[in-house]
């Protein structure tokens, strides 16, 4: 595999497409990037209340040689725009369905009624238009929308379909935060994919891709400012967890998690993210010289449990050229400071008031079975079924959920309608770094999380809210339940 794709990498390394250099791989070496950079992709922004989303077949140019069949909304070629929300705002989205097959469009970590939360229910079909619109409640931070068609979720995702939100509040806004999209204020999302026959994605089973895309773009590079960047860094693979930090391991900050700013920033030299995860982090940059560079890489962060100092990574690659390795996920040319430039780390962010286990009024626990053999995973050995209500919440209970993995491999646990504080991890302390309001949290083989959240505002008799694994092959074979809120 390694003369193979030492070879490729030197055909394609001095190709040309029409426009921009296209280096697609970068792995002939795991840790090191042969050939040329390109140069990041930024997705365009939407802003306002009212947001027209067009999904149609697109296609990319993701390496040399043929482009790439895509899904992307309003034809970016993979990943659709960022839209930019005001908490407060009442928005509009009208999601029109130009593939020639349903989807849904979910827009993950909102809290909204679960009518509009595009889950597997709300089906867009074929040349259709859904019409949510709901008021923008979240906190400032960082989210996303994505197809939750159930067991067409994985491939609509590698295809492309999905994108970043932004939400904005004024607790946020009156911060001294880098906060100029594109320029300090840098979304990156985290993906790979295979290839098969004239560079079509390879939509088999495996769950874990060979070349590493940010934001699509392949080997990719930017030139960041003098000064304090922040980073909008989502996990938008199938399977894998990403281990983070930077080539020189210096310090950088942690600052928002799933569900908007923590107390303070957190300094960390590594942050894992796993499937659906987000963070914002700050790096302070003002003491690189112009013309300097450094890579944000992913250590040995191949599968999901091979997570450095957490579970064994000894099980294997997964035929993942990436897994187990260290690699560049963005290389950053470091060039003069921005006019209004950040120069300072702020002492304090917000202040947050979590649950405790005092305020908790239900509990229940979720264990993680299946996955044995020919078995999907399943929760309480409980596939997915359409009509099937797994759980029932009172309106404004305040839940402790634990979720118990004694099963084989690790899992992204997600719960659709609130955030979440982490209250506990069997294995120990919960991080810092994930001290905030979560959607999406971790759970590794032989661990017990336990979380809590209030389910206040949307109830409603007969529609559901989905709680998943977030590894979208999990989620389309089964790992998924429903749960109503109800008055
Ligand atoms: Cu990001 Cu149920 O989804
Ligand atoms: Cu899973």
């Known amino acids: 595999i390694l003369a193979l794709s030492v070879a490729f990498a030197l055909m394609i390394g001095c190709s040309k497409s029409s426009d921009t250099t296209v280096t697609p791989d970068g792995t002939s070496s795991a840790t090191t990037v042969s050939g040329t950079y390109n140069d990041l992709w930024i997705p365009p922004t939407i802003t306002g209340t009212t947001f027209n989303l067009t999904l149609a077949k697109t296609t990319k140019q993701m390496r040399t040689g043929s482009v790439t069949n895509t899904y992307s909304y309003n034809s970016t070629g993979f990943w659709g725009p960022t839209l930019i929300m005001n908490k407060g705002d009442f928005v509009k989205m009208n999601v ?6 349903a989807t849904t469009t979910h827009w993950h970590g909102f809290h909204i009624p679960a009518i509009m939360d595009g889950g597997p229910h709300q089906m867009i079909d ?71 026959t004239s560079n079509a994605f390879d939509l088999s089973a495996r769950a874990y891709g060979d070349y590493q895309l940010t934001n699509g773009t392949s080997n990719a590079q930017i030139s960041l400012p003098k000064q304090f960047v922040r980073l909008r860094i989502l996990n938008a693979e199938i399977e894998r967890g990403y281990n983070l930090g930077f080539s020189d391991n210096r310090t950088f900050y942690v600052i928002t998690n799933d569900g908007g700013l923590l107390d303070a920033p957190v300094p960390v030299t590594r942050v894992k993210m796993m499937v659906g995860e987000r963070v914002e982090i700050l790096v302070n940059l003002g003491a690189d010289a112009v013309g300097s560079s450094l890579d944000l890489k992913a250590y040995n962060s191949g599968q999901a449990f091979g997570f450095p100092g957490g579970e064994s990574n000894s099980s294997g690659d997964f035929g993942s050229l990436l897994n187990n390795k260290d690699f560049p996920v963005l290389h950053i040319n470091v060039k003069a400071a921005t006019a209004s430039a950040i120069t300072a780390l702020p002492a304090k962010l917000t202040t947050n008031t979590y649950w405790t286990n005092t305020d908790v009024t239900n509990s229940r626990t979720i264990t993680i079975t299946g996955g044995q053999g020919a078995t999907a995973f399943s929760f309480d050995n409980n596939l997915y079924g359409d009509t099937k209500i797994n759980q029932t919440v ?26 979440f504080k982490i209250i506990s991890r069997s294995s120990g302390t919960v991080g810092t770094h994930e001290s905030g309001w979560k959607d999406t949290v971790y759970v590794p083989v032989g661990e017990s999380v336990s979380v809590i959240a209030k389910f206040d505002d949307f109830a409603s008799s007969t529609n559901a809210f989905m709680y998943h694994c977030h590894f979208s092959n999990h989620e389309d074979g089964g790992m998924m339940g429903q749960f109503l809120v109800t008055q």
């Open 126 to 196: 074929a040349g259709t238009t859904w019409t949510p619109s709901f008021e923008i409640r979240n906190n400032a931070g960082t989210y996303w929308y994505h197809p939750h068609l159930h067991e067409k979720t994985k491939e609509q995702l590698t295809y492309g379909t999905g994108g970043l939100i932004i939400i904005k509040d004024p607790v946020e806004s009156a911060l001294a935060l880098p906060r100029t999209y594109g320029e300090d204020d840098i979304p990156l999302i985290l993906t790979s994919r295979s290839y098969g």
């Open 96 to 101: 029109t369905n130009n593939l020639p097959e």
């Open 394 to 419: 009172k309106l404004n209970a305040v839940e402790k959920w634990t979720i118990t993995n004694n099963n084989i491999f690790g899992h992204s646990f997600h719960i659709h309608d609130i955030q």
